[in-house]
């Protein structure tokens, strides 16, 4: 699928909203909405757009990012562990330094130390350190 700069800017507008109407849309990339439209259903049906989700506000409790280090290899089930823990909106297997990243949305701080609990008494987890985000813009 050809990526084009119009394609890569519709889809930078629907990262930030896939509410935002297709008109709308058209409007700032300069296209008809029909045009847009088949744009998208295309770049759908190619699976470079996989879904559309629900972010939760800062309303919505405690977001933070909690950064991993896995005690064994593979990492898979560490990762498949991480995924399954209550408030885990995402978790991204990385290279580098740490393994992975996991990004959680809780109720409460209490919440967040709890999972903190749960994470870091896996045997399938060598270190996990996390962060409160403040604000995301």
């Known amino acids: 699928m050809d990526l084009d700069h119009t394609n890569l800017r519709i889809l930078s507008l629907l990262e930030k909203d896939a509410r935002l109407p297709t008109a709308e849309i058209a ?15 295309r770049m759908e049906g190619a699976g470079v ?23 064994e290899r593979p990492c898979d089930p560490a990762l498949q562990f991480l995924a399954a823990q209550t408030g885990v909106v995402e978790v991204a297997s990385l290279s ?26 896996s045997d399938l987890i060598a270190e996990a350190r996390s962060q409160v985000i403040l604000r995301v813009l």
Request: hydrophobic residues 50%; without cysteine.
């Open 27 to 41: 409007r700032q990339v300069h296209l008809s909405r029909p045009a847009v439209q088949e744009r998208i259903a």
């Open 96 to 121: 580098g330094e740490l393994d992975a990243v996991v990004r959680v949305n809780l109720p409460t701080v209490a919440a967040l130390a709890d999972l903190n609990e749960v994470i870091g008494s």
């Open 49 to 71: 757009i996989a879904g559309y989700r629900v972010q939760i506000g800062q309303a919505g409790g405690v977001r933070a990012m909690v950064f991993v280090r896995i005690a």
